[in-house]
C-alpha cells in the first residue's frame, strides 16, 4: 500500500463478494465447472506452518498453503 500512496496509484477492484452470490457459486463448484481446489499449492501440518510462518512473505509458491489443523500421522494417513 505505501506505493499506491506514494504514486498516487487508483486500486480497482473489491475483496470478497456478496452474500447473495454464495448459492450460485457453490452450485458451480458441486457441478465442477469451478475448481477452487486447483488453487492449493500443497497442504502443511500446524507444526510446519509454525515453522514456515516468518518466511511465508518470501515464498516462491504459486499456489495457497492450507494449514491442517490435525497432524498428519507418520503411516500417511489422517
Do not use: K
Not at 20 to 48: A, N
Not at 54 to 66: E, K, L, N, S
Amino acid at each position: 500500500m505505501a506505493r499506491a500512496i506514494a504514486w498516487e496509484l487508483d486500486l480497482l477492484g473489491s475483496h470478497g463478494m456478496a452474500t447473495v452470490d454464495y448459492p450460485q457459486m457453490l452450485d458451480l463448484i458441486e457441478r465442477g465447472v469451478l475448481q477452487p481446489q486447483r488453487l492449493i499449492e500443497r497442504t502443511i501440518g500446524l507444526e510446519e506452518a509454525a515453522e514456515l510462518l516468518p518466511t511465508f512473505d518470501r515464498a516462491a509458491v504459486a499456489g495457497m498453503t492450507m494449514i491442517e489443523p490435525t497432524p498428519s500421522r507418520s503411516d500417511g494417513t489422517n
